[in-house]
């Protein structure tokens, strides 16, 4: 693939996003071509031969590629969230399947962590857990955690909480239209999960240090360079605060995980020698 095809690519996906985002109306009628455009484009951002033609592009015309970047991770991250929606609908319809997208997901889960265990005494706190809460529903069926989900779209926590009534019998998951600050759940979290999809995830980590203690684990899912048209990217963070303890690459999966905990001072090292 040359340059110029990169670039048509890039315009092609952006049309469709724009298009099928426009078309959603609460029901499943533009739900199948979504669910291929997203499969489409999963695949696109995780191809190792473009991932040469991406460097040959930002050498080139790197101000040109920052715009489109901007407009096709926020397209693409609103055609995901409805595509959740449709997921969700299909299922409280009878009617649920796993796309290739949703699997990638799943995957992506299984190594959210790291060597960060989770276990039945932990409590997770999911920041954007979406529609169809894949993660909330996955860690506590597996470990058996206390797991809440937080997300800003009221639509996406109704459909969230049918989506547990139907398939999270007996698993200890809430789903809150709250923020961060105001979720009890915080201060006592052992287990921090960010979305890739929101924009201001490292304003919230920033956010977090005062209120949350001092063993939490927090799990940032981003994506670089090619990964960054589907998600946002890794940011530094302030040193002071956050450490990062993990890097979790997973080359054929839609993002990697960044893993930070509370940034250990001097004083806090002599007070523990002590």
């Not at 996003?17 to 995780?46: K, N, R």
């Not at 597996?142 to 909480?161: F, K, N, Q, S, Y």
């Not at 999966?253 to 905990?261: E, G, K, S, T, W």
Request: net charge negative; with cysteine.
């Amino acid at each position: 693939m040359e340059i110029r095809q990169f670039y048509q690519q890039l315009a092609y996906f952006q049309e469709k996003f724009g298009i099928l985002a426009e078309q959603y109306d609460g029901t499943l009628h533009p739900s199948t071509e979504l669910e291929t455009i997203i499969d489409e484009y999963s695949t696109f951002v995780t191809r190792e031969d473009y991932r040469k033609i991406w460097i040959e592009a930002v050498h080139q015309a790197p101000l040109e590629l920052l715009h489109k970047i901007e407009k096709l991770r926020s397209s693409s991250a609103l055609c995901v969230e409805i595509m959740e929606k449709y997921r969700a609908l299909k299922l409280l319809k009878g009617a649920s399947e796993r796309t290739d997208y949703f699997h990638n997901i799943e995957a992506c889960i299984e190594k959210e962590f790291g060597s960060f265990h989770v276990t039945a005494d932990s409590k997770v706190v999911m920041v954007g857990s979406g529609s169809f809460p894949m993660t909330p529903l996955l860690i506590a069926k597996r470990t058996g955690a206390r797991v809440t989900g937080i997300d800003i779209d009221e639509e996406a926590i109704e459909l969230g909480r049918r989506v547990i009534d139907r398939l999270g019998d007996g698993l200890d998951i809430t789903l809150e239209q709250v923020t961060l600050e105001q979720l009890a759940a915080t201060r006592d979290a052992t287990h921090i999960i960010f979305s890739s999809t929101i924009p201001n995830k490292y304003e919230l980590l920033d956010q977090l240090h005062p209120i949350t203690q001092e063993q939490v684990v927090v799990a940032m899912r981003y994506g670089d360079q090619l990964k960054s048209l589907f998600n946002y990217p890794m940011r530094e963070v302030d040193e002071h605060k956050w450490r990062l303890v993990q890097n979790v690459i997973q080359p054929s999966h839609v993002f990697d995980i960044a893993l930070y905990q509370h940034a250990v001072s001097q004083a806090d090292n002599l007070r523990r020698s002590e």
